[in-house]
């Protein structure tokens, strides 16, 4: 079992700026790759991005390539979603899940642990 809770979330002004990060707990963390997920009120829970454990590569969503950016501390069983330039439509419920495998699946189906969410909310 992995827990996952997320924190950093709140409100924010367009063009501006919030980390994320996501602590677990349990299992190894640096045998999972970790994604982050967003989902608005009415849409479906979307990908966001995600590291890989074993090499650290990082998938993005098109919406956020060059603005957001996910690290990882594994020491810390800790990962990031630093977003940078927000846009009203960034905002959603943002989630971190976990799942035990190399690649970065974009599916949030395919993951198998997932924290509560943290509320992001970027203001016009």
């Known amino acids: 079992q992995v827990q996952l809770v997320e924190s950093g979330g709140g409100l924010v002004q367009a063009g501006g700026s919030l980390r994320l990060s996501c602590a677990a707990s349990g299992r190894t963390f640096g045998g999972y790759t970790m994604g982050w997920f967003r989902q608005a009120p009415g849409k479906e829970r979307e990908f966001v991005g995600g590291i890989s454990w074993i090499d650290s590569s990082i998938s993005y969503a098109d919406s956020v390539k060059g603005r957001f950016t996910i690290s990882r501390d594994n020491a810390k069983n800790t990962v990031y979603l630093q977003m940078s330039s927000l846009k009203p439509e960034d905002t959603g419920v943002y989630y971190c899940?976990?799942?035990?495998?190399?690649?970065?699946?974009?599916?949030?189906?395919?993951?198998?642990?997932w924290g509560q969410g943290t509320q992001v909310t970027v203001s016009s």
């Open positions: 899940a976990a799942k035990g495998t190399i690649v970065v699946p974009t599916n949030p189906a395919s993951y198998d642990y």
